[in-house]
């Protein structure tokens, strides 16, 4: 049975950095694209960042104010791990972040959004204060 575990959210100031994790378990990884979510209070789920496991390809939200260039995707090497490296929080960023894994085959634009996804993490409280 597939597992997702988050770990490493919490409180930090405006500015500060955080570095999620996302334990993944229960059968092979290679084959899969992972992805991190988030959902602030009264907001849908929204794309973060994904990764093909087995290509190394990694890609961002490409929203107004991304991401991109603050989060950085990685996993461990060892396809059991996977990170989420959070640089210059802004209390924007405030949500609960979830990570996420589909078998089967999605394009870039199918996997920033949640419903390709078939198995989750039960999240991470992030809250960034000002």
């Known amino acids: 049975q597939v597992q997702l575990v988050e770990s490493g959210g919490g409180l930090v100031q405006a500015g500060g950095s955080l570095r999620l994790s996302c334990a993944a378990s229960g059968r092979t990884f290679s084959g899969s694209s992972m992805g991190w979510f988030r959902q602030a209070p009264g907001k849908e789920r929204e794309f973060v960042a994904g990764?093909?496991?087995?290509?190394?390809?990694?890609?961002?939200?490409d929203y107004t104010d991304s991401v991109k260039g603050r989060f950085t995707i990685s996993t461990d090497g060892t396809m059991v791990t996977l990170y989420l490296q959070m640089n210059i929080l802004k209390p924007e960023d405030t949500a609960v972040y979830y990570c996420?894994?589909?078998?089967?085959?999605?394009?870039?634009?199918?996997?920033?959004?949640?419903?390709?996804?078939?198995?989750w993490g039960q999240g991470t409280q992030v809250t960034v204060s000002s």
């Open positions: 990764l093909r496991w087995r290509s190394g390809v990694t890609y961002y939200a």
């Open positions: 996420a894994a589909v078998f089967a085959p999605v394009s870039s634009d199918q996997a920033r959004v949640p419903s390709p996804y078939q198995y």
